[in-house]
């Protein structure tokens, strides 16, 4: 079974701590060391580090509110910002960060590094599926907007030829007309380069068409 984000962290945390499991309380108020010291114990016995392929968090729970605040001063010391909440169904009192780049922070304040890295790739990979994801959705999109578009530049095509011959119209009509009815599927873009005009010459004619089937 894969070990849990939290049981990792907690694995190579406990690593730096060692037999002394101790900090010196009269010296935590202004020794750096200390306070990591004691972050690192504090973790190891409330501390949950979350997956991040669902959500980026981490957190320390207490039944004590003056040292979930202790525990918000240590963490600021390092520059970063913990929120609080309170679970009164569970009595807990919740210390978190949410944000990814601070929770990276925090895993190498508490000398988490092997899972800081691999936190990091998760975190990277689930970026790029979101990004390869919402390119993918955005062509669809594009596709099936430029497919709508053809289909109904077609459709004023069709009722133009009923009122009036081809040959009647201008040139540039008949053009944009015929490379149309030829090239169906093509964007407007693409059609635009086949027929040799701006992409806003072309939607201009076809807006033309448009007013001459509505008029």
């Known amino acids: 079974m894969e070990k849990s984000w939290t049981y990792k962290a907690r694995e190579e945390i406990s690593h730096h701590i060692g037999r002394k499991s101790k900090v010196?309380?009269?010296r935590i108020s202004y020794d750096k060391?200390?306070?990591k010291k004691d972050l690192r114990i504090k973790f190891m016995n409330h501390g949950f580090l979350h997956n991040p392929s669902r959500e980026y968090r981490i957190e320390f729970r207490f039944k004590d509110i003056d040292e979930a605040n202790?525990?918000?001063r240590e963490l600021a010391t390092y520059d970063i910002s913990g929120k609080i909440s309170i679970n009164d169904t569970r009595k807990v009192v919740?210390?978190?960060v949410v944000d990814k780049n601070t929770i990276l922070d925090a895993l190498r304040l508490l000398g988490a590094v092997k899972t800081l890295k691999q936190y990091k790739k998760v975190s990277d990979d689930k970026r790029?599926?979101?990004d390869t994801n919402r390119l993918v959705n955005f062509e669809t999109a594009n596709i099936k907007k430029s497919a709508n578009?053809?289909?109904r530049q077609l459709e004023d095509i069709k009722k133009l030829l009923k009122k009036k011959n081809?040959?009647?119209l201008d040139r540039d009509l008949r053009i944009v007309i015929k490379g149309r009815t030829k090239y169906k599927t093509l964007s407007l873009k693409e059609l635009a380069d086949k027929i040799s005009v701006s992409k806003n010459a072309l939607n201009h004619r076809f807006m033309k068409i448009r007013k001459m089937v509505e008029g």
């Open 24 to 26: 010196d309380i009269s």
């Open 33 to 35: 060391i200390e306070v």
């Open 70 to 72: 202790d525990t918000l």
């Open 94 to 96: 919740i210390i978190y």
């Open 128 to 130: 790029h599926i979101g």
């Open 149 to 151: 578009a053809s289909l």
């Open 166 to 168: 081809i040959n009647s």
